[in-house]
T-cell receptor, first 114, second 115 residues
Framework: GDSVTQMEGPVTLSEEAFLTINCTYTATGYPSLFWYVQYPGEGLQLLLKATKADDKGSNKGFEATYRKETTSFHLEKGSVQVSDSAVYFCALSPFSSNTGKLIFGQGTTLQVKP | DSGVTQTPKHLITATGQRVTLRCSPRSGDLSVYWYQQSLDQGLQFLIQYYNGEERAKGNILERFSAQQFPDLHSELNLSSLELGDSALYFC??????????????FGAGSRLTVL
């Protein structure tokens, strides 16, 4: 079945460092891909999405490009801030799905130190 | 505030008991999804309702059931509770099909502790 694999955390960075969180997926066809973020004590919030190959999603300085050839959707940010500390989830919506359900990766905890 | 409201925020109960979690979707959204988040299992999809009808079922135990009412709010019923049911339960909603249907908006969650 469809699945999402993320790099294990926690990822600990200093402020202004470059961030990459790896995400790869297994799916048939062309799923839609998402990054969600969960701040402490809160629900998940959509960070960015991409719906077809080579699309780049971006928001709040974060970017991810839908790479069909490598089945990847890695999250990047050029300069992280302490306020970016959170858990990041990669997710996919199956291509053939007539529902909106998402399949999530395990989540990657990011800790940014001043 | 995401617009998705979940109650209660915290719930502590004993094994063998039954609880009900409630969710009000964002205004205009017809779909409601329930997810369970635990440390060992991550985010697991439980069930989806669309405009009052069950649309998709995931890893939902037989002890769990859900429904969506005519006013579109949803309830997740958990019975014969076990220690392993302790988790964060999230509700999410999405817009009608064809208008950003696969973008989910999550509530803040209900944290269930079974003692």
């Amino acid at each position: 079945g469809d699945s999402v694999t993320q790099m294990e955390g926690p990822v600990t960075l200093s402020e202004e460092a470059f961030l990459t969180i790896n995400c790869t997926y297994t799916a048939t066809g062309y799923p839609s891909l998402f990054w969600y973020v969960q701040y402490p004590g809160e629900g998940l919030q959509l960070l960015l999405k991409a719906t077809k190959a080579d699309d780049k999603g971006s928001n709040k300085g974060f970017e991810a490009t839908y790479r069909k050839e490598t089945t990847s959707f890695h999250l990047e940010k050029g300069s992280v801030q302490v306020s970016d500390s959170a858990v990041y989830f990669c997710a996919l919506s199956p291509f053939s799905s007539n529902t909106g359900k998402l399949i999530f990766g395990q989540g990657t905890t990011l800790q940014v130190k001043p | 505030d995401s617009g998705v409201t979940q109650t209660p925020k915290h719930l502590i109960t004993a094994t063998g008991q039954r609880v009900t979690l409630r969710c009000s979707p964002r205004s205009g959204d017809l779909s409601v999804y329930w997810y369970q988040q635990s440390l060992d299992q991550g985010l697991q999809f439980l069930i989806q309702y669309y405009n009052g009808e069950e649309r998709a079922k995931g890893n939902i135990l037989e002890r769990f059931s859900a429904q969506q009412f005519p006013d579109l709010h949803s309830e997740l019923n958990l019975s014969s509770l076990e220690l392993g049911d302790s988790a964060l339960y999230f509700c999410a909603s999405s817009a009608p099909a064809g208008s950003g249907a696969n973008v989910l908006t999550f509530g803040a969650g209900s944290r269930l502790t079974v003692l």
